[in-house]
């Protein structure tokens, strides 16, 4: 019934889709894949010489294979009606209205994808959900597909293959991934489906590697991995609290407690708290879902996590202001860093964002930087809010500025804290680590005095907290009391 895979499809080519199936050409040259969206600037930018999205070590990857066997389309129906395997990778963000509004997911994108696979894929397609879905999506995709399809008697086979990538490092993580979780129906058809994907990622990833279940196992994991990382998270900002309150160092307790190898020490850095597209959406997923199972106890045990995930963030900027002899109102204050991680230029879901609002609207002057975000993404999460450029910030002394509660775009660290009162590190930005003696005493040196360095990201050691100290500044670190 289905044939050998030759021909892919990916619908969306997000940060999912494209690194993903660009990933895929790359090590299969033998399969032709298309990657459509209905965005043409997105599709354009794929097309170009600067890709959509930054991730290490991608472009070279899309180089290469671009053109080969790789390409990048708006022709959403060719691209389906070709192939014999499509991915359906579209978002699948927390629903902002109606039904289950703020907790439940919006499905619309993944049932229009379905239904053009329904008009147009070619007999025996498999379909692949890559995307983050509800459990039991893959039961009204197949629905959705009998009932509309034109062809006679249509059964369509429905994959499960949740992404496990994470933002900053997607390409090593899908050269090398920890594993690839497959699930079907256990059905002769739905193994042979599942047979067909396991040949195709087969071409470079190690069988053990390749793990098959049911499918609604796989959708569930998908959601429960999340869920447990971002309650690691929370956890150790829970740790990171109670270090401040008691004098003691949570860097040096999630240590002490990750080398026991029942723990592990992974996802036990404290600090701002978790941001990124997908933790919060998809605990509320896992939320809405108990909710509707009648598991209220459930619910609201993971509702916790994204609870005290919110505390954190607060925390933080209730942390600087009061450090600042409570008040920040026309103070400069440098945000270094504005990604939810480093190695990214993706802000959805950023600590940033709210360290920003919450500074602004107790009306700090703000100076943002960050290697990688855009101004563009970064003026659209600070809307409402207003705007001075660097030209007319940065001729303006201190406390000069007329209006408090703004923001200014920075070319750099350096230009951005001359006059500043505070510099924030927002983001674990390499270029942020390891900054020497020297930077440090002339960055004193042109900062407003008391000059306070406010670390939320675990930037600075023990030693250089001390040698700070020593230069004349006020050094807070997240999560380490003294
Ligand atoms: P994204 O918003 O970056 O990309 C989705 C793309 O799908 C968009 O470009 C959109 O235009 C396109 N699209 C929507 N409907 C379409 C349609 N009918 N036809 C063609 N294109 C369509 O989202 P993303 O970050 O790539 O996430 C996609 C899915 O993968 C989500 O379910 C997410 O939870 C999951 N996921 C994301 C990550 C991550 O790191 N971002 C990791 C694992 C899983
Ligand atoms: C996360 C998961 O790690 C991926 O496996 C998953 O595929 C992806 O979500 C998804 O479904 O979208 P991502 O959000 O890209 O990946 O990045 P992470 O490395 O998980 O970091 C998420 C957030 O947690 C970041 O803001 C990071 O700074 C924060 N974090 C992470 C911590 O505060 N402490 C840690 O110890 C680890």
């Not at 993944?110 to 025996?124: M, Y």
């Not at 990171?240 to 592990?264: H, K, Q, W, Y």
């Not at 990604?339 to 009306?363: C, H, Q, S, W, Y």
Request: aromatic share 8%; glycine share 8%; with cysteine.
């Amino acid at each position: 019934v289905f044939p050998k895979v030759r021909n892919i499809c990916c619908i969306g080519a997000g940060y999912v889709g494209g690194p993903t199936c660009a990933v895929l050409a790359w090590k299969c040259p033998d399969i032709k894949v298309t990657i459509c969206d209905l965005s043409q600037p997105r599709i354009d930018a794929w097309n170009s010489d600067t890709l959509p999205i930054f991730e290490p070590g991608l472009s070279e990857i899309v180089f290469e294979a671009r053109g080969r066997n790789l390409f990048f389309t708006t022709d959403v129906d060719n691209a389906i009606a070709e192939a014999d395997l499509i991915f359906v990778s579209v978002n699948t963000p927390t629903k902002t209205s109606g039904v289950g509004a703020g907790v439940a997911a919006d499905l619309c994108y993944v049932e229009a994808a379905t239904r053009r696979i329904a008009a147009l894929s070619r007999k025996g397609a498999i379909i692949v959900e890559k995307s983050t879905v509800p459990c039991r999506t893959a039961e009204s995709m197949r629905q959705i597909l009998s009932a509309t399809s034109p062809q006679e008697g249509a059964v369509f086979e429905i994959l499960s293959n949740p992404e496990f990538l994470a933002e900053g490092t997607a390409v090593e993580d899908l050269l090398d991934p920890a594993r690839i979780l497959i699930g079907a129906l256990d059905t002769p058809r739905g193994q042979l489906a599942q047979r067909r994907l396991v040949e195709v990622y087969a071409n470079w990833v190690a069988p053990k590697n390749i793990l098959t279940t049911s499918l609604w196992s796989s959708e569930l994991s998908k959601l429960a991995a999340n869920a447990l990382l971002a309650q690691r998270v929370s956890s150790i900002n829970a740790i990171a609290a109670i270090c401040e309150a008691t004098g003691s160092n949570v860097f040096e307790v999630s240590n002490a407690c990750g080398l026991d190898p029942r723990i592990g020490s992974q996802f036990l850095k404290a600090g701002l708290g978790f941001g990124g597209s997908c933790f919060q959406k998809d605990i509320f997923n896992l939320i809405y879902l108990s909710t509707s199972l009648n598991l209220p106890e459930v619910a609201e045990y993971w509702a916790q996590v994204l609870k005290m995930n919110e505390w954190t963030k607060s925390r933080f900027t209730r942390g600087v202001v009061k450090k600042m002899f409570s008040t920040i109102t026309r103070k400069t204050i440098v945000c270094a860093g504005y990604a939810f991680k480093k190695d990214t230029g993706d802000i959805r879901e950023a600590p940033a964002i709210n360290v920003a609002r919450d500074l602004m609207e107790d009306g700090a002057c703000l100076r943002i930087y960050d290697p990688k975000v855009t101004a563009e993404s970064i003026h659209e999460s600070l809307k409402g809010f207003t705007y001075i450029d660097w030209a007319t910030a940065s001729a303006a002394g201190p406390w000069d500025l007329p209006q408090a509660g703004t923001y200014t775009i920075c070319p750099s660290l350096d230009a951005a804290l001359v006059n500043a009162s505070a510099l924030l590190f927002v983001t674990d930005w390499s270029e942020f680590k390891g900054l020497d003696l020297e930077w440090w005493t002339a960055t004193h040196a042109k900062m407003t005095k008391p000059a306070m360095v406010f670390d939320g990201r675990d930037i600075l050691n023990t030693a250089e907290c001390a040698h700070l100290r020593k230069i004349g500044f006020g050094v807070e670190k997240t999560g380490v009391g003294h």
